[in-house]
């Protein structure tokens, strides 16, 4: 599967993507965005199976990434890892059709009960 | 109650949110310590705003690492050895950038998060504004979560809102 990692900071897109390997999820294919408009076009250029973004973002937002998204009809499995876990978030996440939300900061554990269902 | 009291009565829940990062980012056990001991004349720093949309209050964020901490910081996030001085400032910025996404949770409902704001400085030269500071020690290293009552947000940038221009790009 080919996972796309959307993530302002360098530093935090190789943390997730260590993380996945942690989780038990190696062998995949990972390609990279630093916001959310590259994070568009490149979903539109190499159709991943699952997206794993960040929230704040210069040039675009995470959300308004995924509704965008959304908007043009993808239903590509969406889940963000952002440093923000508010109960106002999750529940703006998931009115978007977010996956759900994983905070910073986090542990294998939680990558692995998150996307499981999505990434074998 | 001054808004500072206000903040000083989170103290306990800001040191435990800064250990509990530490602890994440670096991967080693972290502590609660009384004061910063920076080393060295070189400080690297995070800033960040809140931006409260309820009572259009600004409060900042900061976190202050010396240089050392800074170069083991990237290290250990990028996974090398010898990180560049862009390594330092995007572990430093991501560093601030979650600590001050964790604050937000902790202390606001209706609130904005600025983008991190990285720096390196000469320690010499830091104005140390009114604010609560808790302190961590990781790997022997001390770091620093500030947070600051109306703050001035001058330099910072904030996540754009671009949805409605890009939907009207869509086909």
Known sequence: M????????????MIVIRTLRQAGFA?????????????????????????????NMPE???????RTLRGSGSATPFCFVTSEGSD?????????GAMGL??????SD??????STVVS | MSVLDELEEARGDLEGLLVDVLESVFGEEAAPAWEAEFGGTRIARARL????EVTNVYTGVEVCVDTVTARLLAGRMLNVASPAADDLLDAVGELGNIAGGNVKSLLYQHARLSLPTPEILDAAGVTWEPAVRVHGVVLGQTV????????????????????????????
């Open chain 1, 2 to 13: 080919k996972i796309l990692v959307a993530d302002d900071s360098r530093a935090m897109r």
């Open chain 1, 27 to 55: 062998g995949h294919e990972i390609i990279e965005a630093e916001n959310g408009a590259q994070a568009l076009e490149m979903v539109q250029k190499q159709n991943p199976g699952l997206i794993l973004s960040d929230w």
């Open chain 1, 60 to 66: 675009m937002t995470g959300i308004d990434f995924l």
């Open chain 1, 88 to 96: 106002e978030m999750r529940a703006l996440a998931e009115e978007a």
């Open chain 1, 102 to 107: 994983i905070a910073k900061p986090f542990t």
């Open chain 1, 110 to 115: 939680v990558f692995e009960d998150m996307l």
């Open chain 2, 49 to 52: 705003a809140i931006h409260d």
């Open chain 2, 144 to 171: 620093e979560l500030a947070v600051l009552p109306e703050y001035a947000v001058g330099g910072l940038a904030w996540p754009p809102s671009q949805l409605d221009e890009v939907l009207e790009t869509l086909p």
